[in-house]
T-cell receptor, first 110, second 114 residues
Framework: DAKTTQPPSMDCAEGRAANLPCNHS???????VYWYRQIHSQGPQYIIH???NNETNEMASLIITEDRKSSTLILPHATLRDTAVYYC???????????FGPGTRLSVLP | EPEVTQTPSHQVTQMGQEVILRCVPI?????FYWYRQILGQKVEFLVS????????KSEIFDDQFSVERPDGSNFTLKIRSTKLEDSAMYFC????????????FGPGTRLTVL
């Protein structure tokens, strides 16, 4: 079973920042936090990952709390095309597969 | 940009029939995966494959399932005798290393078993 907890759904206004929370209170020291998303019924798409430091790439920022028990994915300027299900996943650095939970369904509203 | 491709996009079959789902991973990737997603449910891991061997599989991947890399480009998932509950979207993915941070997923094959 997935080791993360996410709200089932969220709304965000277009152009505003979308902040998606994730709880992973049982995360182990060798486990990374990953974010993927799935637009409609397409294949999941990698967004970002981190261990303990905050990370940023062209798609998003990842903020991990100091105790690593929770994190937040930030889409700085959400667009309609960001409407998707967002998955927060923890996985050890030697892991092969990803265990997807139900994720958060983000709706970006015009 | 390189991408994973899958064929067919939609496969309809009768219960008890064999189906083969095909995938072309990204050309320099060495690790291959199959996942499935029953309509309205979670994405579930089925199997990972490296160096012509299964490296990990889930309890879903029973004797009815098999995988093969028949040539240098294709990666296939065979379901020997389909059941109604095999109806799902099947996603192929590939990565360039074990434990790679990013797995690249294909668009999926929707399998409908009647």
């Amino acid at each position: 079973d997935a080791k993360t907890t996410q709200p089932p759904s969220m709304d965000c206004a277009e152009g505003r920042a979308a902040n998606l929370p994730c709880n992973h209170s049982t995360i182990s020291g060798n486990e990374y936090v990953y974010w993927y998303r799935q637009i409609h019924s397409q294949g999941p798409q990698y967004i970002i990952h981190g261990l303990k430091n905050n990370e940023t790439n062209e798609m998003a920022s990842l903020i991990i709390t100091e105790d690593r028990k929770s994190s937040t994915l930030i889409l700085p300027h959400a667009t309609l095309r960001d409407t998707a299900v967002y998955y927060c996943i923890v996985r050890p650095d030697y892991g092969q597969n990803f265990v997807f939970g139900p994720g958060t369904r983000l709706s970006v509203l015009p | 940009e390189p991408e994973v491709t899958q064929t067919p996009s939609h496969q309809v079959t009768q219960m008890g029939q064999e189906v083969i789902l095909r995938c072309v991973p990204i050309s320099n990737h060495l690790y291959f995966y199959w996942y499935r997603q029953i309509l309205g449910q979670k994405v579930e891991f089925l199997v990972s494959f490296y160096n012509n061997e299964i490296s990990e599989k889930s309890e879903i991947f029973d004797d009815q399932f098999s995988v093969e890399r028949p040539d240098g480009s294709n990666f296939t998932l065979k379901i020997r005798s389909t059941k109604l509950e095999d109806s799902a979207m099947y996603f192929c993915a590939s990565s360039d290393g074990p434990g790679a941070n990013e797995q690249f997923f294909g668009p999926g094959t929707r399998l409908t078993v009647l």
